[in-house]
């Protein structure tokens, strides 16, 4: 029996069988874009921690700010004491990613927290109780955030879940485009985002619309330029405010420090987490100062965020990210990886579409060339074989069926195309 299997049979005895396996691998220790199973076999990494290593594993400005931090220093509380990291992590924020003309931080634990901080601030930002998310959405599973997120899977049984949640269609032409050309459709979901407001609730009850512009765990759709320009104005127009998700997408994943850059768009608040930490738990809730002091006393905040140990290596991950040109790095692993994938789908008629952004990037499986049969069984199975050959990659999508790329943008340019062969060769064996 290999170590990696105890590991798992000691997982089956102890961990709730809900908490899901994305991929059958085992991790001891990484570094850079490699990770070393219980067994000692190299694998090259393509998941990141689900898009949490842009910078990659371990990198040594981020464990020795670790270090010392917490030989100084683990945990005070920020409401009761004051800490240094905390402020120069939003300082460095605030530079990185204005909000106007003043902007403000919140610290949290993870990119859940942020989104139900972000909404209780729009709530009393605007008075107003309703908030409009999107199909294809995942903003995490607490239950505001769960409320918000559109896969029923990750939400059964878990209700009733918070009310005054209403949601609009993702714009996705692949599936839902049928002979309409993609500027027509988009016209289209256009009329049906100011219809909206007569069929479903009026402009006046919404506090804000909160959406990915590239969707992480719906499958990397992205949000059309057209449509994003309308819905801003929409929320303009009825006083709205527009909270932008860069969870997944944020900190040089798409080429840029956030995926709003490349829209030439400021959100009116927005949310982080994932390769904000370079590994550690930390995400936050940034936005224009005015709406940020709405919150009333006593009513965000918590035990943990900003911890510490955790800002010192936010701040650290950060700064390394600047050397290293992480933004970049992010253009230049998607546009090889893009080219790839288009080439992959040229020569396999199970790869229905390819799409994405900057290094955020997946292809949608589907049988028979057909959008309305989505392939989750052949995904499962691709990423189980890569596996064996040394690759960890995950799925995604709404219905299981899109391989998503988030490696480190740091990867070595001969272990990025290492792993794509492994990829691109597995899968021509499987629909052979």
């Not at 709730?16 to 990770?35: D, K, Q, V, W, Y």
């Not at 999107?134 to 899977?153: I, P, V």
């Not at 459709?185 to 506090?207: M, N, W």
């Not at 768009?265 to 100062?289: E, H, L, N």
């Amino acid at each position: 029996m290999t170590k990696s299997s105890i590991l798992y049979d000691r997982r089956k005895q102890l961990i709730p069988n809900a908490l899901g396996i994305f991929n059958p691998s085992t991790a001891m220790r990484a570094e850079g874009a490699r990770i070393w199973d219980a067994d000692g076999r190299e694998l090259i990494d393509f998941a990141g921690g689900i898009g949490v290593m842009n910078a990659g594993h371990c990198p040594e400005p981020v464990v020795k700010a670790i270090q010392e931090q917490a030989a100084k220093l683990i945990h005070s509380c920020f409401n009761v004491s004051v800490t240094e990291p905390y402020l120069a992590l939003a300082e460095k924020l605030v530079e990185l990613l204005p909000h106007g003309e003043a902007t403000k931080v919140m610290m949290t634990n993870s990119g859940a927290e942020a989104v139900e901080n972000a909404i209780k601030i729009a709530r009393m930002a605007t008075g107003r109780p309703g908030i409009i998310c999107f199909t294809g959405a995942f903003h995490g599973r607490t239950m505001m955030a769960m409320s918000l997120t559109a896969k029923s899977k990750n939400k059964t049984n878990c209700g009733p879940y918070a009310p005054e949640v209403y949601r609009l269609e993702f714009p996705y032409h692949y599936r839902y485009g049928g002979s309409l050309g993609e500027a027509e459709y988009i016209e289209q979901q256009v009329r049906r985002l100011k219809d909206f407001f007569y069929y479903q609730v009026g402009p006046e009850h919404i506090a804000a619309v909160i959406v990915e512009l590239v969707q992480g765990e719906g499958g990397f759709t992205v949000m059309p330029p057209a449509y994003l320009k309308a819905l801003q104005e929409t929320c303009k127009e009825h006083g709205i405010l527009l909270i932008l998700d860069e969870v997944q997408s944020g900190f040089g994943r798409t080429g840029r420090w956030a995926a709003y850059e490349h829209y030439g768009i400021t959100p009116d608040i927005s949310t982080w987490a994932k390769s904000m930490g370079g590994g550690m738990p930390i995400g936050a809730v940034m936005g224009r100062a005015d709406i940020m002091d709405a919150a009333k006393p006593g009513t965000i905040g918590g035990t943990y965020p900003g911890n510490p140990v955790c800002c010192a290596a936010a701040l650290a991950n950060i700064q390394y990210m600047e050397a290293v040109g992480i933004n970049d790095l992010g253009q230049k692993v998607g546009r090889t990886v893009r080219q790839r994938m288009e080439a992959m789908k040229e020569k396999c008629p199970a790869i229905g579409n390819v799409r994405g952004l900057g290094a955020m990037l997946a292809f949608e499986l589907v049988k028979n060339g057909d959008p309305w049969q989505p392939d989750a069984d052949l995904t499962n199975k691709l990423v189980n074989a890569c596996e064996k050959e040394g690759l960890v990659i995950i799925s995604a999508g709404t219905f299981g069926n899109c391989i998503r790329v988030l490696s480190p943008l740091t990867i070595e340019e001969d272990l990025l195309k290492k792993g794509l062969n492994i990829l691109e060769e597995t899968l021509m064996e499987l629909t052979a």
